[in-house]
């Protein structure tokens, strides 16, 4: 069955408000953001315009932290990461050694390749 026109319209004036606010009758607000910063504030129509124009007119990269975990030997050295793919079985077994040790997978992997390669 055709839909009538009054349901029609309704539905398209619903459409039209979604993502606003009445405070009073009558009156509209826009609607909250909907994008949230990583500490969880929102994010508003003022802060992202500070941040782009913050951003238009370019960080100083020399004063930037690095990002990433520090190095395996201490000071700013670089640790290079390295990928490995094992069978399931021998993955739970490294896991479960480390768990009994105290240790994570990657230490005892980096122990047993520097017993390897020495």
Not at 24 to 36: E, I, L, W
Not at 68 to 79: D, E, Q
């Amino acid at each position: 069955m055709p839909e009538s026109t009054s349901s029609r319209s309704s539905r398209s004036s619903r459409r039209a408000t979604r993502g606003t606010r009445r405070t009073r009758p009558g009156r509209r607000t826009s609607s909250p953001p909907v994008a949230v910063a990583k500490s969880g504030a929102p994010i508003t129509e003022e802060l992202a315009e500070r941040l782009a124009t913050e951003a238009e007119a370019g960080y100083d990269l020399s004063r930037g932290q690095r990002i990433g975990r520090k190095s395996l030997r201490g000071g700013s050295g670089r640790s290079p990461r390295l990928n490995v793919r094992t069978p399931v079985d021998l993955y739970e077994k490294a896991l479960a050694k480390a768990t009994r040790e105290g240790k994570t997978v990657s230490q005892l992997a980096r122990e047993a390749l520097e017993k390897y390669v020495e």
